[in-house]
């Protein structure tokens, strides 16, 4: 059996400003307009990040736009978001979090089937000169894989 994957939102920011070291996948408790209006896209990621309160993980600043018809069923576009996950993934994490000084952030939004789920990422900071590092790194494949193009044509 296959599932469909629809990738709505990532988080490109989190990847500029984290190493991350693990990835997982969480439901998030969402209302109907919400949904739909996920569905048109209307979700930021940019600034979000997760907190563990009393044993359940949230969502924070995670920005989904009201949605055009929904009048007086929409919800604050700002408002925490529970998310689902087991309870020893919720502990792990925990641990983590307090040991590591780790950031939950999450890193895309997507439609799994006909649910809406969030692939978490376990971070870790970049300083400045790791993004130089890796601004490098980039440049450098670029400029290899150009010479390997004109190479070939030739």
Same mark, same amino acid.
């Given at each position: 059996? *296959?599932?469909?994957?629809?990738?709505?939102?990532?988080? /490109?920011?989190?990847?500029?400003? %984290?190493?991350?070291?693990?990835?997982?996948? $969480?439901?998030?408790?969402?209302?109907?307009?919400?949904?739909?209006?996920?569905?048109?896209?209307?979700?930021? !990621?940019?600034?979000?990040?997760?907190?563990?309160?009393? @044993?359940?993980? %949230?969502?924070?600043?995670?920005?989904?736009?009201? %949605?055009?018809?929904?009048?007086?069923?929409?919800?604050?576009?700002?408002?925490? &978001? /529970?998310?689902?996950?087991?309870?020893?993934?919720? !502990?792990?994490?925990?641990?983590?979090?307090?040991? *590591? @000084?780790?950031?939950?952030?999450?890193?895309?939004? %997507? #439609?799994?089937?006909?649910?809406? /789920?969030?692939? #978490?990422?376990?971070? &870790?900071?970049?300083? !400045?000169?790791? /993004?130089?590092?890796?601004?490098?790194?980039?440049? $450098?494949? &670029?400029?290899? *894989?150009?010479?390997?193009?004109?190479?070939?044509?030739?």
């Amino acid at each position: 059996m *296959q599932e469909n994957f629809k990738t709505i939102a990532t988080n /490109k920011k989190a990847f500029h400003d %984290y190493f991350v070291l693990e990835k997982l996948e $969480a439901g998030i408790a969402l209302c109907g307009t919400e949904v739909k209006s996920i569905r048109q896209g209307g979700v930021n !990621l940019k600034d979000a990040w997760c907190s563990i309160e009393e @044993g359940e993980v %949230y969502v924070k600043q995670m920005h989904i736009s009201p %949605y055009d018809k929904g009048n007086i069923f929409n919800r604050d576009p700002m408002r925490v &978001r /529970k998310l689902l996950l087991h309870k020893r993934e919720i !502990l792990r994490l925990f641990g983590q979090l307090k040991e *590591q @000084g780790l950031s939950l952030i999450p890193l895309s939004l %997507y #439609l799994k089937g006909s649910r809406v /789920k969030v692939q #978490l990422g376990l971070c &870790r900071g970049k300083k !400045l000169y790791d /993004k130089r590092a890796v601004a490098a790194e980039q440049s $450098a494949n &670029r400029e290899i *894989q150009r010479a390997l193009k004109l190479r070939n044509q030739a």
